[in-house]
């Protein structure tokens, strides 16, 4: 029986009850949260009273997306996760370079390296967090991994982004841990996917994320759906990319298509979105506003459940 590596150890996925795959609770200072203040948000209290709310919603557990020296700090992660209830999946790989400082040590490592390093956090321990990110800490901490984050530019997998993304998927191929792909709308997905098949993933380990943040092209979506992998629609009650009536259609189109079974549904939370922090919506939305409306749409018991039940589940255990 597959496990997945939650901060306070394995769980079996299908007591991973309402998942939400794409979430930020806790994040400390990176050259990316400098530029921009909705990306602040290192306060431990409200950051677990945040995720206190999202449990008394019914929330039970999450993937925190941000990975090592991009502020992600595992040693609180295991604090939150212990104090709140919530099973939090930590997740190692790369987001985009421009959350590292240029002196460090992701531009530089090289593919069997980086590799090993995801592969380690995703077996024996995370990397702590470190002030200085020119210095790469040798100790782990005794908290694993349970996913690899990778991410492309709109450009795709182009430059530095092709040795990350084959030392992302090497290290989930090895491990058998799923991979969840940041995209800029969507674009260059299929590339990217290709890359990650060549180094042997299977579809059914697969997440493209914020392909929804162009609700207006459903092509996109049809042609990451054919290709069998997941789809994070995380762009609910963000109404500067569009509307919750539009981000309804899509999901309506899924359901046509027969593709709803590969939707997860999260906030991909930042300061302005979470509660404690002043924002506006908390973890806790789509558990007590979308879900609902989904729900008085028509949308039927299973498949509103299955966006963040059975579909996490069978992501985790496939
Ligand atoms: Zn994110």
Redesign the pocket.
């Known amino acids: 029986m597959p496990q997945v590596q939650s901060v306070l150890g394995p769980v079996d996925p299908g007591a991973l009850g309402h998942c939400q795959i794409?979430e930020?609770i806790f994040l400390r200072p990176t050259p990316m949260t400098e530029r921009n203040a909705a990306l602040r948000f290192d306060d431990f209290d409200r950051s677990l009273a945040e995720l206190r709310r999202y449990r008394e919603a019914g929330g039970t557990s999450l993937v925190d997306?941000q990975p090592a020296a991009a502020g992600r700090d595992g040693g609180a992660l295991e604090r939150l996760s212990r104090e709140s209830g919530v099973a939090v999946i930590a997740s190692t790989g790369y987001h985009l370079l421009d959350f590292y400082p240029e002196d460090c040590w992701v531009h530089r490592l090289e593919e069997d390296a980086l590799c090993a390093l995801y592969q380690s956090e995703l077996e024996t321990g995370l990397l702590p967090w470190e002030a200085d990110p020119s210095h790469r800490p040798e100790t782990a901490l005794a908290v694993r991994a349970g996913l690899v984050k990778a991410a492309i530019p709109a450009e795709g997998p182009v430059g530095r982004y092709k040795t990350l993304l084959r030392a992302a998927a090497r290290a989930a191929a090895n491990t058998g841990a799923p991979l969840m792909l940041?995209t800029e709308r969507g674009l260059r997905a299929q590339e990217a996917l290709e890359v990650c098949f060549s180094a042997g993933v299977r579809p059914e380990k697969l997440v493209v994320?914020h392909a929804d943040r162009q609700a207006g092209d459903p092509a996109v979506h049809d042609a990451i759906a054919s290709a069998g992998v997941y789809l994070d629609y995380d762009t609910v009650a963000r109404p500067k990319y569009h509307s919750d009536e539009e981000e309804i259609a899509l999901l309506c189109r899924a359901l046509e298509r027969g593709y709803a079974g590969r939707i997860l549904l999260a906030l991909?939370t930042t300061a302005q979105r979470l509660c404690a922090y002043g924002g506006e919506i908390g973890l806790d939305h789509l558990l007590r506003r979308f879900l609902p409306l989904l729900r008085q749409r028509g949308f039927g018991e299973e498949t509103v459940s299955g966006f963040n039940r059975a579909n996490c589940q069978r992501l985790f255990d496939g």
């Open positions: 794409h930020h997306a940041h994320c991909d």
